[in-house]
């Protein structure tokens, strides 16, 4: 049904009123933060809120020197903003599938562009990406996220996700690869020929191999950074 009155369209998509979880799908492609204290997201993902929120950019010490360095020396990542005080925040990232994970003294790395938000209870780090650094379109940024909170990130479409195993790596695409357990150190294969070369897009020639035992997370579209 694409026709409605207004009442029937208000009352179709209207904001859950019930305060529920600190994080939770208002919809599949906007998440919903019941903030009290403080939450860090991807600059640029508010899209409204209620209530009394300030807003400010990630500072160049915000998370010490280290990740200052590290930033510098990749080049490029995953600007943040901390939102604080209390409401209700509504943060999205160009229309693409949210999805929430509560970790339990676990980790996770996600590519940097699809990372939205996380609590402040979750600690981070950068990953820098050596072998490929400036091989790729805007570089390659990863953030591992690990201890107890929540974590929400993004993909287009439904995501898949590759169960990894001795003995049978997975390889991917690292334009289409959104997530991988925090366990794994993926290696880069850069030595495929022009007659090998397989994948839907201009990163071919680069693939990301995971060995051990995890998991994969890709999605259904090669995502590139503009340099």
Known sequence: MGEYTLEEFIRKTQQDEQENDYFELETPRILEVNL?????????????????IKFERERMFEHGVGQMFKKALT???????????????????????????????????????????????????????KKVAGMMAGGLFNVTLSGKGRVAITSHY??????????????????????????????????????????????????????GEGFVIVQPVEETQPI
Do not use: C
């Open 75 to 129: 080049g490029e990542g995953a600007p943040l903003m901390k939102a604080t005080g209390r409401g209700r925040l509504y943060l999205a990232d160009q229309g693409k599938k949210i999805t929430i994970f509560h970790l339990d003294n676990e980790s996770i790395t996600v590519n940097g562009n699809d990372l939205l938000a996380f609590e402040s209870s979750v600690t981070w780090d950068i990953k820098l990406m």
């Open 36 to 52: 009290a204290d403080l939450v860090w997201a991807k600059a640029g993902s508010m899209i409204s809120y209620t209530g009394e």
């Open 158 to 211: 439904e995501p898949l996700t590759l169960l990894v195993r001795p003995g049978e790596p997975v390889i991917t695409d690292p334009n289409a690869t959104v997530a991988w357990s925090g366990n794994l150190t993926p290696e880069f294969r850069t030595d495929v020929s022009f007659r090998t070369l397989v994948g839907r897009g201009s990163g071919e020639s680069i693939q990301m191999e995971f060995k």
